[in-house]
């Protein structure tokens, strides 16, 4: 949702006649859009800010803005003031929107600009976008949370549940595609409870479908889910359309039912493995992906060892594992049996032993397969190779035709690997 918004920020400064820099310390504008989900990505904003800084003192004229989560919180957006004077314009989640006439005020008066509100009655349309890519893209179809975990900043700094009209986002998809925009993200805090808040009879599962239906796209994902809300319906629309990919990310945070209720999540244990043994069974290849917190507050030992039976019951392919971290505000952060850190560190190492395991096992069949890869570009780590993703969300990185750039195709893995898979193209775009 975040790189979402900071692709909604470059269209608007496009629009605005604003250009990329070839390097921060030479733009004439620098943003640093935070996250609050965890207490390291706020600790990396604050020190981003300290070293922006630095360049606006060379460059006295560069505009430095912060927006995201972390400006909903009012004791942070004091603290920013406090330490960094310096700091242009401060505005939130909810006016995001709003940032060319922020801009505009700003450069007519010169004056620093706070301009955060508490909430947003609806979302906003016809934001432009500058996406990452030309032929993938994400496409909100909602915000906000209504689930209130009780770990999470989200509800407090994105606000309420609102879901876009569908018409809206099948517009917004079918010019995608017209554009040459072969595969979509939908996108939400909680996409499986998409339309509830609509009341003209609209949920996930039928917006699935009907997406399925726009020519031109090949590829759709979603995410994120929580497991409470992930319906049969959805995982038969998984199943029967051809452009859903077999791919869907299922938050599952622990194992142990007792924390689960805790953390003001809705299902056990046996309820979540359930889930993935049902999704398993209708979507053949099906790639699962979790988060898992460690370290939740009165996690004891025996809660940890459910946590790792659950990851051998569900076999995840992928999980980002997270040590829990106090957000300020939040019921969590006030429970009074928290984890030291240490047992956090260890439970970590072992859950991670556990998944690493997995992961490992489960692509290990992929080798001298041939799969469908959408070839995204360079490949990061070497730059003569490309990178791309199969129709799960699993990383390859391979040998192949770099005009192929935005198109799928036929790639031989000729190593499986824990966290990607390496490979050759075989030919041309596959059918
Ligand atoms: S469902 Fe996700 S975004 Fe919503 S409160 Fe829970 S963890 Fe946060």
Redesign the pocket.
């Known amino acids: 949702m975040n790189e979402n918004d900071s692709e909604k920020l470059a269209g608007m400064l496009r629009q605005i006649g604003w250009t990329p820099a070839e390097k921060a310390e030479e733009s004439g504008l620098i943003i640093v859009n935070t996250c609050s989900v965890r207490e390291n990505a706020d600790d990396r904003a604050f020190g981003n800010i300290g070293k922006f800084k630095t360049y606006k003192r060379k460059n006295p004229d560069m505009i430095l803005a912060v927006c995201g989560c972390m400006m909903q919180q009012p004791e942070i957006v004091a603290e920013l003031r406090q330490k960094h004077p310096q700091v242009d314009i401060i505005f939130g989640t909810h006016n995001l929107h709003r940032f060319p006439q922020i801009l505009g005020n700003f450069i007519a008066a010169g004056e620093q600009i706070t301009e955060i509100w508490d909430e947003s009655d609806a979302v906003v349309e016809d934001i432009p976008v500058e996406n990452k890519y030309p032929f993938k893209a994400y496409v909100t179809i909602m915000q906000g949370?209504?689930?209130?975990?009780s770990?999470?900043?989200?509800?407090y700094t994105?606000g309420r549940e609102h879901s876009r009209q569908p018409e809206r986002i099948l517009d917004e998809i079918r010019g995608l595609a017209d554009r040459g925009v072969i595969e979509v993200t939908l996108l939400g805090?909680?996409v499986n409870s998409y339309g509830n808040d609509l009341e003209i009879g609209i949920d996930f599962a039928t917006l699935l479908r009907q997406v399925n239906e726009i020519d031109g796209i090949r590829r759709i994902r979603f995410m994120?889910s929580?497991p409470k809300d992930f319906t049969d319906d959805v995982i038969a629309a998984m199943a029967q359309c051809e452009k859903v990919m077999p791919s869907c990310h299922l938050?599952m945070?622990s194992g142990s039912t007792r924390v689960i209720r805790r953390?003001?999540?809705h299902y056990t244990k046996e309820e979540a493995i359930a889930l993935v043994r049902r999704i398993r069974d209708e979507v053949p290849g099906a790639v699962i992906t979790t988060d898992i917190i460690v370290g939740f507050p009165g996690e004891t030992e025996e809660d940890f060892q459910d946590t790792l039976d659950l990851v051998r019951a569900c076999r995840f392919d992928s999980a980002f594992s997270f040590i829990y971290s106090k957000r300020h505000g939040t019921p969590a952060a006030e429970m009074e049996d928290q984890i030291p850190d240490e047992i956090k560190h260890d439970r970590l190492n072992r859950l991670l032993e556990v998944l690493h395991t997995v992961s490992a096992q489960i692509n290990a069949p992929f080798q001298d397969q041939t799969v469908d890869v959408l070839v995204e570009g360079p490949s990061a780590r070497d730059a003569s190779r490309l990178t791309g993703r199969t129709a799960g969300g699993k990383l390859v990185n391979f040998t192949g035709n770099f005009d192929d750039i935005g198109r799928i195709v036929p790639v031989r893995i000729d190593k499986a690997g824990t966290f990607s898979l390496t490979g050759v193209q075989t030919a041309a775009e596959a059918d």
């Open positions: 949370c209504n689930n209130f975990c770990y999470c900043i989200v509800p994105r805090q909680n994120t929580n938050a945070q953390m003001n999540r």
